[in-house]
């Protein structure tokens, strides 16, 4: 059965301060949530919601990130192959950034949001979390259910490569993919393949 996922997650209130809430987005595509095996979650929704992974058109978000997927090896050439894959895509702040950084006291609110979206995915067996937000995000959901810290404090190229588990999914601490600087930055984009591969792995 599918969901629609921006009807079962909404923010109330918005009560972060550090974040453009102009620019708050939820996925607002049908998912059936029973052939989503990855979860990526990246850092926050991009300074213009035209370039969010599913505004359609050929967007950053889409457009780096299906190129993340074809360093990796897998034949997709748009958002919609990805999600063929059984990858779903999501970030762990669901409004644009103000400046470089995100409060950790934002991280912590918005991951209220990301735990209940997480819910939805009952099969998942691999989370990817793409950038220090997504990893503060998930480990603040374990912290509130009294769990083990997910992901080790320390450097992502120090950490990575190890084997993580949160609840049912293997978790794999990687680098953000979404955004310009994924074109920039190449050692970071050689490890983000090598992640993804490795997340693929598991489950095709």
Known sequence: ?????????????????????????????????????????????????????????????????????????????????????????????????????????????????LEKELALFPAVKVLMLMGDVAIKAVNEIARRADEARVIPAGSTYKIRGQEYRFRNARVFPSYLQAGPSFFIEKSKRKMIAQDITAALKLVL
């Open 1 to 113: 059965m599918a969901l629609k996922i921006d009807v079962q997650i909404k923010c109330i209130g918005f009560p972060c301060v550090d974040i453009k809430h102009d620019n708050y987005i939820v996925p607002d595509i049908d998912v059936t949530p029973d052939k989503i095996s990855v979860i990526m979650i990246s850092e926050a929704a991009p300074g213009s919601l035209s370039d969010y992974y599913y505004a359609g058109g050929v967007s950053l978000f889409e457009k780096t990130t299906v190129q993340a997927f074809k360093d990796a090896g897998a034949k997709v050439s748009s958002i919609q192959d990805v999600l063929g894959l059984g990858v779903y895509l999501t970030t762990a702040v669901k409004c644009g950034k103000t400046g470089y950084g995100i409060d950790t006291a934002t991280v912590r609110q918005c991951s209220l949001l």
